[in-house]
């Protein structure tokens, strides 16, 4: 399995950035598509996950209200919306994916992107 991130960049404090993560390979079984953030100094940390048989969806509090992650139109693709973005959400994105139905932390996830930078200017 792979896993490819687009759609980081530049942004001001109060816009808005769609990150896509395409996923290729074989899929013998339900995963989920987490996206996890590293900011320098910090842990990883996830933003959202979604489990793709049912689209479930998780945020933290960080986070809630303002990014939005969903399953795309082309197959094993999905997009994570960012709205209202803040100093503090700058840092390297990825998508990661685990086999069945639970999200779960950055400890668990079987495949993991290149990430994707975002930064989000004062």
């Known amino acids: 399995v792979q896993l490819v991130e687009s759609g980081g960049g530049l942004v001001q404090a109060g816009g808005s950035l769609r990150l896509t993560c395409e996923a290729s390979?074989?899929?013998?079984?339900?995963?989920?598509i987490g996206w996890l953030r590293r900011v320098p100094g910090k842990d990883r940390e996830g933003v959202a996950c979604?489990?793709?048989?049912?689209?479930?969806?998780y945020y933290p509090d960080s986070v809630k209200g303002r990014f939005t992650v969903s399953t795309g139109d082309a197959k094993n693709t999905v997009s994570l919306q960012m709205n209202n973005l803040k100093p503090e959400d700058t840092g390297r994105y990825y998508c990661?994916?685990?086999?069945?139905?639970?999200?779960?932390?950055?400890?668990?996830?079987?495949?993991w992107g290149k990430g994707t930078p975002v930064t989000v200017s004062s």
């Open positions: 390979g074989t899929f013998y079984e339900s995963y989920i």
């Open positions: 979604i489990v793709t048989s049912n689209n479930k969806t």
């Open positions: 990661a994916l685990a086999w069945g139905d639970m999200c779960m932390g950055a400890g668990g996830m079987h495949y």
